[in-house]
């Protein structure tokens, strides 16, 4: 998922949080971060990501997208700083007490708050990739203390929002970027750009190898859940540090009724686009 709107604070703003982080990690792992399955599988069988395979995935989140690299044999490090509670599930997702979950992996997980200063035996990985990027924010930081950590040749992929009319969510995201808009600076949502993700690569001295876009519909049980879920994203949380919790949530099941089906389900269809570019 590719938060745009800007994470900050006006001067005034109450500095303890609105909202409960645990619990939105939560709904993330288990109602959100399942939308983007397509995405990941997509990449994974296009670079055939197996047992050779060495994964470094920046802003891992819950780790769903390490699990699965990991069921295939790769070797897995996950790296997230902006979402402390996530990466803590993610730790509890691969990293319990036994043997990995991923049978078929060799080597246990790294699951990480900062990029390694190196890789744990001293390999160079082979994958890098950014599934969620953010509003940008640091993007190019956290790539530049990565890159030296990859091989020569190596993938680097980036993914991001597809064209705004194939993605049913950009209406939703647009009632929250007019929440978000008394925030003084704040840069509130904007559609995706043909090239956003080309210029990430470039600025990074990356070369690039190639794109793709995937279908990762949004379908949720009922409101609630499509609530929850949109929530759990960052995506809304300008919004509600220029109103309050109660009002996004009005103006976001607003928002959502154009999408629910008769038998009560949500249903957003989307497309995703991911660049793979190379480490020269």
Not at 195 to 218: I, M, T, W, Y
Request: proline residues 10%; contains cysteine.
């Amino acid at each position: 998922m590719t938060p745009t709107l800007v994470r900050q604070h006006v001067a005034h703003a109450d500095p303890v949080p609105r909202v409960d982080l645990s619990a939105r990690a939560r709904d993330w792992s288990e109602i959100q971060e399942r939308m983007l399955v397509p995405l990941y599988e997509a990449v994974y069988d296009r670079l055939d990501v197996g047992p050779g395979s060495r994964l470094l995935d920046l802003r891992c989140g819950a780790g769903l997208a390490l699990l699965l690299a990991a069921s295939r044999g790769a070797a897995v490090t996950g790296v997230d700083s902006a979402f402390p509670e996530r990466l803590a599930l993610a730790r509890a997702r691969l990293l319990p007490d036994g043997p990995p979950r991923a049978a078929r992996a060799r080597t246990a997980p790294r699951l990480l708050g900062e990029p390694p200063a190196a890789p744990a035996d001293g390999k160079p990985y082979t994958l890098v990739t950014v599934f969620d990027p953010g509003d940008g924010d640091g993007l190019g930081e956290l790539l530049a203390a990565a890159l030296p950590l990859a091989a020569r040749g190596a993938a680097v992929v980036l993914a991001g929002w597809g064209p705004p009319e194939r993605c049913a969510t950009s209406a939703v995201l647009r009632a929250a970027a007019g929440l978000a808009d008394p925030l003084p600076g704040a840069r509130g949502w904007r559609p995706a750009r043909r090239d956003d993700l080309e210029e990430v690569a470039a600025r990074a001295g990356l070369r690039p190898d190639g794109s793709g876009r995937v279908a990762c519909p949004f379908g949720y049980a009922d409101l609630d859940s499509a609530v929850r879920g949109l929530l759990s994203t960052g995506l809304f949380d300008a919004a509600i540090t220029a109103t309050d919790a109660r009002q996004v949530d009005k103006e976001l099941t607003e928002a959502l009724h154009p999408h629910r089906r008769p038998d009560g389900t949500v249903w957003m269809p989307n497309v995703f686009r991911y660049l793979v570019a190379r480490v020269p």
